[in-house]
């Protein structure tokens, strides 16, 4: 299963703030779209994400207030991302070994999409479920 084929089941809405929006700003719209990160998007330029956790321990563990300090202050730059050819154990072997839950899709240095960690599992639920069908039709046969 590719990432193209996850995305066309779940939907390719994409949710971003700039990176001078305050973090009580962009904590808002994650409660409002019930999502756990959110891209930062200058322009058409993907910036970075800005994750529950990054909240949780740069702003909250740190005595900081979410109304005055900027998203790009505590936002993580280094944002890995795959494309829509993508296979699914691609994603997961990224999101493993560099310990992360959300992957926004490019293509052609645009975003199109985010798949987050639960998005991957589903999907190879779903191929399994597969496989055991076809198996047991195999072997009732």
Do not use: W
């Not at 990432?3 to 703030?17: D, E, H, T």
């Not at 058409?44 to 207030?65: C, M, N, P, W």
């Not at 975003?111 to 998005?119: A, E, P, Q, R, Y």
């Amino acid at each position: 299963m590719t990432v193209n084929q996850i995305l066309n089941a779940k939907g390719r809405n994409v949710f971003s703030v700039l990176s001078t929006t305050t973090v009580y700003e962009a904590l808002k719209v994650m409660g409002e779209k019930n999502i756990g990160a959110i891209l930062v998007i200058d322009g058409s330029d993907l910036k970075g994400i800005l994750s529950e956790r990054d909240y949780a321990r740069k702003i909250v563990l740190k005595d900081k207030s979410s109304k005055e300090t900027f998203v790009h202050e505590i936002m993580e730059s280094n944002v890995f991302s795959v494309n829509l050819s993508n296979n699914i154990e691609d994603c997961m072997e990224l999101m493993s070994t560099k310990r992360i839950r959300h992957l926004p899709v490019l293509e052609d240095g645009t975003v199109v999409g985010i798949i987050s960690i639960s998005d991957v599992v589903k999907a190879i639920i779903e191929i399994q479920k597969d496989t055991i069908n076809h198996l047991n039709s195999y072997i009732s046969q």
